[in-house]
């Protein structure tokens, strides 16, 4: 059996992972089958139509496209954040068909047909939604990232639930979280939002 060195085995690692370079597999033997000519193999990108508050694109995006990556990359809507990208966190949370999603865990190709609402669209002719201005008006946020996501997850949490206690917000927001520890200002801006929103049907 051949000896390889340290030195040897870390240049593999950089080159292949390390068992290509070491010898362990044959060369070629992790690679993808591809048609002659092929630049990569799998499906390539396919149209895709998507309404975004209330304008819609026509893209052509690979299947495996998340509907994060497309807001994001695509579209330029880039409030929704890719904090986790695990559906964890809930910091890329926005409405399709009016139901809070993680835009991370959502192929692109799924959302086809339905509306879709980023925070981008909430605000109108210059005056801030009556989410976004309870947030202002608490000191909802701090360092931003989980903002959006927030304010999304609210919009439709009152929709929902127009008159929701204290408590039914602590439990309702339990998919976002805020790294800054900012709760108890945030559970002041939906409850205030549920106020002035009244009843939470404002568009």
Request: aromatic letters at 4%; a positive charge.
């Amino acid at each position: 059996m051949s000896r390889v060195s340290r030195r040897g085995f870390v240049r593999g690692v950089g080159l292949g992972g390390g068992a290509i370079g070491t010898g362990i597999l044959g060369p070629g033997a992790l690679a993808a089958p591809q048609a002659a000519g092929a630049k990569w193999a799998g499906p390539g990108a396919v149209p895709v139509t998507l309404q975004v508050n209330g304008k819609v694109h026509k893209l052509n995006l690979e299947p495996r496209v998340t509907l994060l990556d497309a807001l994001r990359d695509h579209l330029d809507y880039t409030g929704a954040k890719k904090v986790c990208d695990r559906a964890t966190c809930g910091s890329c949370t926005v409405l399709v068909g009016g139901k809070a999603v993680y835009a991370c865990s959502v192929l692109a190709i799924e959302a086809q047909g339905k509306d879709i609402q980023t925070i981008e669209g909430l605000s109108r002719g210059g005056t801030l939604h009556p989410v976004i201005a309870a947030f202002v008006a608490n000191d909802g946020l701090q360092c931003g990232f989980c903002t959006p996501g927030f304010v999304m997850a609210t919009k439709a949490f009152l929709e929902r639930n127009p008159h929701p206690t204290a408590e039914q917000i602590k439990q309702g927001f339990g998919g976002n979280l805020c790294r800054c520890g900012c709760y108890m200002a945030i559970r002041k801006s939906v409850l205030q939002a549920a106020t002035e929103a009244k009843g939470g049907k404002n568009a």
